[in-house]
């Protein structure tokens, strides 16, 4: 495993991370805690969740319940990973007493509760989920930064915010970004080299398409996320998908080391942040970081799919 500094100011991450968001939802706590164990025997460092994960899924989780498994799943291993965490999506209606969800009694309210669920006494990077599109962002960036004063969080990050917005207040973005959709290429990326912002890619195998188990003419894996999600399969998707599918192959390659591999070497990404569900899924995440391609193999990539495009 590889490690680099998120942004110009953040901590050292692995360059996979591992995503929470089916701790709770589609995993439950043996399923969590085996996968969180896999990734530390990978050498991933970097674990990210949200106050809202576990409150979806077949297993009834309610929301919160993706930070409790985790923090249960790193306990003896707490000051071995860096501890990410969001705020900022609606959690329930008695939070909403605290107020808009980017002002102060509402963040000192939110980061208590992700400790006590957690587990522990501080998060090493913890996010603004959203805009509240109330909060003037001066306001909610200050009460980050008193939080930080107190040492209840490492750093500040931020998610879903427009590029206009990014400041040398936070270390990390995060974004919908794959080989299938650069469009974070067009004016967040530039932001984040400006800016000194690192960048957490989310949905880095575009939902499973750039994972190699969707092909065209045959239905989604029963239980997998596009057996259920729809516009994800088309016909232009599946074109760029058999295009690396055969880059891939011309370089002894699999479709997943492209797909992160790929995107670990585009300029601002700090860490690929990879869901998981089994033990081997996080152990093949991991492995293809391993992948370094050279200028031409990233020429070769833009010509699949051009910088800034949108597929799906």
Same mark, same amino acid.
């Given at each position: 495993?590889?490690?680099?500094?998120?942004?110009?100011?953040?901590?050292?991450?692995?360059?996979?991370?591992?995503?929470?968001?089916?701790?709770?939802?589609?995993?439950?706590?043996?399923?969590?805690?085996?996968?969180?164990?896999?990734?530390?025997?990978?050498?991933?460092?970097?674990?990210?969740?949200?106050?809202?994960?576990?409150?979806?899924?077949?297993?009834?989780?309610?929301?919160?319940?993706?930070?409790?498994?985790?923090?249960?799943?790193?306990?003896?291993?707490?000051?071995?990973?860096?501890?990410?965490?969001?705020?900022?999506?609606?959690?329930?209606?008695?939070?909403?007493?605290?107020?808009?969800?980017?002002?102060?009694?509402?963040?000192?309210?939110?980061?208590?509760?992700?400790?006590?669920?957690?587990?522990?006494?501080?998060?090493?990077?913890?996010?603004?989920?959203?805009?509240?599109?109330?909060?003037?962002?001066?306001?909610?960036?200050?009460?980050?930064?008193?939080?930080?004063?107190?040492?209840?969080?490492?750093?500040? &990050?931020?998610?879903?915010?427009? !590029?206009? $917005?990014?400041? /040398? *207040?936070?270390? =990390?973005?995060?974004?919908?970004?794959? +080989?299938?959709?650069?469009?974070?290429?067009?004016?967040?990326?530039?932001?984040?080299?400006?800016?000194?912002?690192?960048?957490?890619?989310?949905?880095?195998?575009?939902?499973?398409?750039?994972?190699?188990?969707?092909?065209?003419?045959?239905?989604?894996?029963?239980?997998?996320?596009?057996?259920?999600?729809? &516009?994800?399969?088309?016909?232009? !998707?599946? $074109?760029?998908? /058999? *295009?690396?599918? =055969?880059?891939?192959?011309?370089?002894? +390659?699999?479709?997943?080391?492209?797909?992160?591999?790929?995107?670990?070497?585009?300029?601002?990404?700090?860490?690929?942040?990879?869901?998981?569900?089994?033990?081997?899924?996080?152990?093949?995440?991991?492995?293809?970081?391993?992948?370094?391609?050279?200028?031409?193999?990233?020429?070769?990539?833009?010509?699949?799919?051009?910088?800034?495009?949108?597929?799906?």
């Amino acid at each position: 495993m590889r490690y680099r500094t998120l942004g110009e100011r953040g901590p050292a991450v692995s360059v996979v991370g591992v995503g929470g968001n089916n701790f709770g939802s589609r995993l439950d706590e043996e399923g969590t805690k085996a996968v969180v164990h896999a990734a530390i025997d990978a050498g991933i460092t970097l674990f990210d969740t949200a106050d809202t994960y576990g409150g979806f899924g077949d297993r009834g989780g309610v929301r919160g319940d993706g930070e409790r498994l985790l923090g249960a799943a790193l306990k003896g291993h707490r000051d071995e990973v860096v501890l990410a965490t969001k705020f900022g999506m609606e959690m329930s209606r008695e939070a909403d007493l605290y107020g808009p969800r980017g002002a102060r009694g509402y963040i000192r309210h939110a980061v208590e509760a992700s400790l006590r669920r957690l587990g522990t006494d501080r998060v090493d990077l913890y996010q603004y989920h959203e805009p509240d599109g109330v909060t003037p962002l001066d306001e909610t960036v200050a009460a980050l930064r008193e939080l930080v004063d107190e040492g209840k969080i490492g750093h500040i &990050g931020c998610s879903n915010l427009p !590029a206009e $917005d990014l400041s /040398e *207040a936070f270390v =990390s973005t995060q974004a919908r970004y794959h +080989l299938l959709d650069r469009g974070a290429e067009n004016d967040l990326i530039p932001a984040c080299l400006s800016a000194g912002v690192g960048l957490l890619p989310y949905y880095p195998l575009a939902n499973g398409l750039l994972s190699g188990k969707y092909r065209r003419g045959e239905q989604p894996p029963p239980g997998s996320r596009l057996s259920w999600r729809q &516009g994800w399969l088309t016909d232009a !998707a599946l $074109d760029r998908v /058999e *295009a690396l599918t =055969s880059y891939a192959t011309e370089r002894g +390659l699999t479709l997943l080391q492209v797909a992160v591999g790929g995107l670990a070497a585009l300029p601002a990404v700090g860490s690929v942040i990879c869901g998981a569900m089994t033990p081997e899924q996080v152990t093949a995440n991991a492995a293809a970081a391993d992948w370094l391609p050279d200028a031409a193999d990233l020429a070769a990539l833009d010509a699949i799919v051009t910088p800034g495009e949108r597929i799906v």
